[in-house]
Nanobody, 116 residues
Framework: QVQLVESGGGLVQPGGSLRLSCVAS????????MGWYRQAPGKQRELVAN???????NFADSVKGRFTISRSNAKKTVYLQMNSLKPEDTAVYYC??????????WGQGTQVTVSS
């Protein structure tokens, strides 16, 4: 069974950068579409970025030009590089892996706080 573990969150000043990592256990990671979502207090969880098995990517308008998503199938890891962070990026960030209609797996989340 695939499990996802996020890391890399923390406290950063506005304008700073963080890189989140999500490591998967189990098999067939390369077949999964991987995504990063976030949920701020009192708000719904929203898609930040995703990367498909073919490497194509999609970003929320609010992070375009500031965030990048990448994956290493050899390391079974997906990354979210976050630059020019803003206070409104503060949220718990979750990793999600999906494959067909059979698998929909979430990590436990990692807190990102952007504050001076």
């Amino acid at each position: 069974q695939v499990q996802l573990v996020e890391s890399g969150g923390g406290l950063v000043q506005p304008g700073g950068s963080l890189r989140l990592s999500c490591v998967a256990s189990g098999s067939f990671f390369s077949l999964f579409a991987m995504g990063w979502y976030r949920q701020a207090p009192g708000k719904q969880r929203e898609l930040v970025a995703n990367i498909n098995s073919d490497g194509s990517t999609n970003f929320a308008d609010s992070v375009k030009g500031r965030f990048t998503i990448s994956r290493s199938n050899a390391k079974k890891t997906v990354y979210l590089q976050m630059n020019s962070l803003k206070p409104e990026d503060t949220a718990v960030y979750y990793c999600r892996g999906t494959m067909s209609d059979k698998y929909d797996i979430w990590g436990q989340g990692t807190q990102v706080t952007v504050s001076s």
